[in-house]
């Protein structure tokens, strides 16, 4: 769950305006603390900042981390900070800080302060294209697995791991797709099962061994006599893609996109696994409109604008609507209401709105969602 990017998207974000004096980070020491403790001194000199392209936004980060990465590269430690964070129209966008930590001088001596190499505002995309990336390199790395530290904060949310089916070259181009796959699952939550296409009888004796699968991708390309009757029958079929992309790019692109659809429908037609998405979903939405002070009826938006933190984190719109319906009512002048939304009707469609007695209320919940 380190790399799972509809994890890290659903932690508390920094808020759209935040800022930081650079002068006050002159020099600070910082701790960042779950179970491992990573202790960074950060750049005593203003100029040592010039690499971060935005460093008043981006040093938000220090404090609203929501994951550090850590591993050995060469003669020294290279350190990730990553935060997610709201624009002000209400898209997620992910903070990245790039530091080196240099080795101490001795065993007994103090790690001397870090070196800032780098920055980045992402995007969605941006941010799991690096994630898919990070984990592919790290990897590969011999011995590395036992040497890397990822610390996360807070609790991982998210669904349960899917079990994919990829019917496809080991290698192709040069690349190896087994690792490739590996590292686009752990960032969008699958497993992904890696069967070669040698013979008919072998893809199927294969596919029996890998079960339970939830979903399955088969390369047409390279499979041409692998059809959906192959699948075991307790794949749904609607969860078979037949994909006839043929060079590495292009499958991993459908191989990111699938999973995605297949998670969400997967969430859709499993009645208990959406009932674990509710509060994450729920959190998300609440937790936008207070940003933006949707509160009361002459403060109200469209149900699109309600679920721009939704779609902004590829998380199941069709779920989100479903739980908004059953927490709004109609606004009545003549009547109070217990519930967390209220709607007009307009000409445009419904528009909505907190419920203004029940903001400490909604409050809480936002706040608690983020402690989870």
Known sequence: MDFNIRAI????????????????????????????????????????????PEPERLLTALAGWTRVYRYPEGEHDSIHI???????EGEIVFYRIDIRQPPPRSRRAPRS???IAGGAVMTYEQCANWLIELSFRLSGAPGLATRRVALSRPHPIGPKPIRVAWIGPEVLEGVEMVRRLQAIGTVYGA??????????????ARLRQALPLDAAIICSRFAPFIGTEAIP?????????ICNSKT????EGQVRTWTELAIQQIEEEHHQASADKTPAL????????????????FKHCPKATVLTGVRARHLNVALAEWILDRNSEIFQDTKSSDALFLWKDHHDGRQYFLNPPKVAVITALVAAGARE
């Open 248 to 251: 590495p790019a292009d499958l």
């Open 113 to 115: 302060a870090v070196e």
């Open 233 to 241: 029958n307790t794949v749904r079929q609607n969860l078979v893609h």
């Open 82 to 88: 990553i935060a997610p964070a709201d624009r002000d």
């Open 191 to 204: 497993h992904i099962v890696q069967i070669a296409p040698r013979s008919y009888g072998t893809v199927t």
């Open 9 to 52: 998207s659903l932690a508390e974000s920094v808020k759209a305006d935040a800022r930081v004096v650079v002068g006050d980070c002159l020099g600070k020491e910082v701790l960042f603390r779950t179970g491992v403790n990573i202790l960074i001194t950060l750049p005593d000199t203003k100029g040592d900042y010039g690499l971060l």
């Open 282 to 297: 729920l959190t998300v939405m609440l937790r936008g409109m207070l940003s933006h002070s949707k509160i009361g009826q």
